[in-house]
């Protein structure tokens, strides 16, 4: 795949990622996963089946959408938040200034490389939160397995929103955020322990 982490890079990190979790299992460190996600009245629908004589219809509209931000722990403790709006890196670096201004121990935020996460803004204040205690630590490319956010949206959108949710852009957008907001309280994700092999 053009521009995919060398075999090296990719177990270096994957060693460190490694190390983080661990930290983070000892109470040592707050780790959080982040990304984001677009949440639209473009069903998801992974699968599906139906009776030989049946119709199934679920209503669709492109271009009414709400854009989800996550940080995530393995733990289900969870900072969401949500726009209308397109994401651009300003609001990714909006986010990370007020975790900044927050944190109760050493964090570290595990993100891909996207361009808006990426880019000068994000870059150029990266030593301020620093000294401030918050680290951010970069997958290898092309890597999103590795990151549990993937999970979350998976989940959302394929098991906690239900069809009737996308009767209306209103609806849609007011089930995605109870939803997102009940992470941690009355919904959860079993995530399994990190493993990973240099092998």
Not at 7 to 32: F, G
Request: aromatic share 12%; with cysteine.
């Amino acid at each position: 795949m053009k521009n995919k982490e060398s075999e090296e890079i990719y177990r270096h990190k994957l060693a460190i990622l490694s190390e983080l979790e661990t930290l983070s299992e000892t109470n040592l460190i707050d780790l959080y996963y982040a990304d984001e996600s677009r949440v639209s009245l473009e069903p998801s629908i992974p699968y599906g089946w139906q009776f030989a004589d049946e119709e199934v219809f679920m209503p669709s509209a492109k271009g009414n959408g709400l854009n989800c931000f996550a940080l995530l722990m393995r733990n289900n403790q969870c900072l969401i938040q949500t726009s209308s709006e397109t994401l651009t890196s300003r609001f990714i670096f909006e986010q990370f200034e007020n975790l900044s201004v927050r944190l109760r121990k050493l964090t570290v935020v595990v993100l891909d490389n996207a361009r808006i996460h990426t880019s000068g803004i994000i870059k150029e204040r990266i030593k301020v939160w620093q000294a401030r205690g918050l680290y951010i630590f970069y997958l290898p490319r092309y890597s999103p397995h590795l990151n549990i956010v993937e999970t979350l949206w998976r989940k959302l959108k394929y098991e906690w929103l239900t069809p009737s949710d996308y009767q209306s852009k209103e609806n849609l957008f007011y089930q995605t955020k109870s939803a997102l907001k009940a992470v941690g309280s009355s919904l959860f994700i079993r995530f399994s322990k990190f493993r990973h092999t240099l092998a």
